[in-house]
């Protein structure tokens, strides 16, 4: 009776400590990567993604736009404001839903 009980559960049994491995051992990889340093392909990419970051504030938007980025800009904001009937595209909309009138439905 013990043995066949055994039996029936070794494979949730096995299942369980598989997926614990598992997971253990993939945070364990995540921790190793974070005590090491980072090689030096992610290092650039890293210290670029700081470099505009920093660059973007400054310049209030996109690094070096010229004027022809802005005309551009502007002429798609124009062809949408003409096919989608004005208003401020720049912003999200609000949307205001009305609550529907239900009428109470009684059996008889």
Same mark, same amino acid.
């Given at each position: 009776?013990?043995?066949?009980?055994?039996?029936?559960?070794?494979?949730?049994?096995?299942?369980?400590?598989?997926?614990?491995?598992?997971?253990?051992?993939?945070?364990?990889?995540?921790?190793?990567?974070?005590?090491?340093?980072?090689? =030096?392909?992610? !290092?650039?990419?890293?210290? $670029? +993604?700081? &470099?505009? @970051?920093? *660059?973007?504030?400054?310049?209030?938007?996109?690094?070096?736009?010229?004027?022809?980025?802005?005309?551009?800009?502007?002429?798609?904001?124009?062809?949408?404001?003409?096919?989608?009937?004005?208003?401020?595209?720049?912003?999200? =909309?609000?949307? !205001?839903?009305?609550?529907? $009138? +239900?009428? &109470?439905? @009684?059996? *008889?």
């Amino acid at each position: 009776m013990i043995l066949q009980r055994l039996s029936q559960l070794y494979p949730l049994l096995r299942s369980a400590v598989s997926v614990q491995l598992r997971r253990n051992l993939g945070l364990t990889a995540v921790a190793f990567n974070k005590a090491k340093e980072l090689d =030096p392909v992610q !290092k650039l990419f890293v210290e $670029k +993604l700081r &470099e505009y @970051t920093t *660059k973007s504030k400054s310049a209030g938007g996109v690094v070096d736009a010229g004027p022809e980025y802005q005309r551009n800009v502007n002429d798609e904001l124009t062809k949408l404001q003409r096919l989608y009937g004005g208003g401020d595209l720049t912003k999200f =909309p609000d949307f !205001k839903f009305v609550e529907p $009138k +239900l009428e &109470e439905v @009684t059996s *008889k």
